[in-house]
């Protein structure tokens, strides 16, 4: 079976090796034959126009979906790069796309970051202001989390639902710190990339979707 990772800079691996990507965890897991196709920066507005080249032409049996991080981020107070109605419409063309290809979609929300302070983290790149209604760009990376949610139950798509598994992970007494690039564990005031724990726990919950939805057996 062939697995394609469509996305960003999260699904690349973007500061990590290739072995600590989830894409090489699920290959590790399931024995998939992969495609990574995640360009950093991309926004599904831009796997769109990619999507022929790096994906289709692959032939994946399966199109793991993994956008947003992009999408939300603000250029103006209160105004994403991808509008929220953008961003679902977006999505359902993936899957109308994939589905098309008679390529199976799992569609996949989004990670939770360090908001921090105009010196540190996710606000030492984006303005705080500019993340008001809702308010703080965690906000609106929920927003579209649930986006990616509503895509998935009206179009009747399996869901792995990152943001939910990383709010359980905390819940139960994991460290959000400890997941993303930080000064403590990289150097870098980054919160917004997985490290090599954040992607072990993509593709856990990634696998976990994965063994539900379809005809997958462990390999390990």
């Known amino acids: 079976m062939k697995v394609a990772a469509f996305g960003d800079s999260i699904t690349a691996g973007q500061y990590l090796g290739e072995s600590d990507t989830y894409l090489h965890k699920l290959a590790a897991r399931f024995g998939f034959e992969t495609v990574n196709a995640g360009v950093p920066g991309n926004t599904t507005g831009q796997g ?3 999507f022929e080249r790096d994906v289709v032409a692959h032939r994946p049996d399966i199109c793991i979906v993994a956008f947003g991080m992009n999408d939300h981020v603000n ?3 209160d105004k994403a790069r991808t509008p929220i109605d953008d961003f679902r419409g977006n999505l359902a063309e993936i899957v109308r796309r994939l589905r098309a290809e ?3 979609p799992l569609l996949c929300t989004i990670n939770p970051i360090i908001e921090g302070d105009a010196g540190q983290y996710y606000y030492s790149r984006h303005p705080r202001e500019w993340y008001r209604r809702p308010d703080g760009a965690q906000a609106w990376i929920d927003a579209y989390s649930e986006a990616v949610r509503g895509v998935a ?3 009747e798509v399996p869901l792995a639902d990152i ?3 990383w709010q359980r992970h905390i819940d139960e007494g994991g460290r959000l710190h400890d997941l993303l690039r930080t000064v403590e564990n990289s150097g870098a005031a980054d919160g917004v990339h997985p490290t090599a724990a954040g992607q072990e726990l993509f593709a856990e ?3 976990d979707a994965l063994a539900a ?3 997958v057996r462990e390999a390990r």
């Open 153 to 155: 139950r009206s179009l």
């Open 163 to 165: 943001a939910l598994r």
């Open 102 to 104: 008679r390529i199976a």
């Open 213 to 215: 939805h379809f005809p």
């Open 48 to 50: 769109l126009a990619r």
């Open 75 to 77: 250029t103006a107070p």
């Open 205 to 207: 919950c990634i696998g």
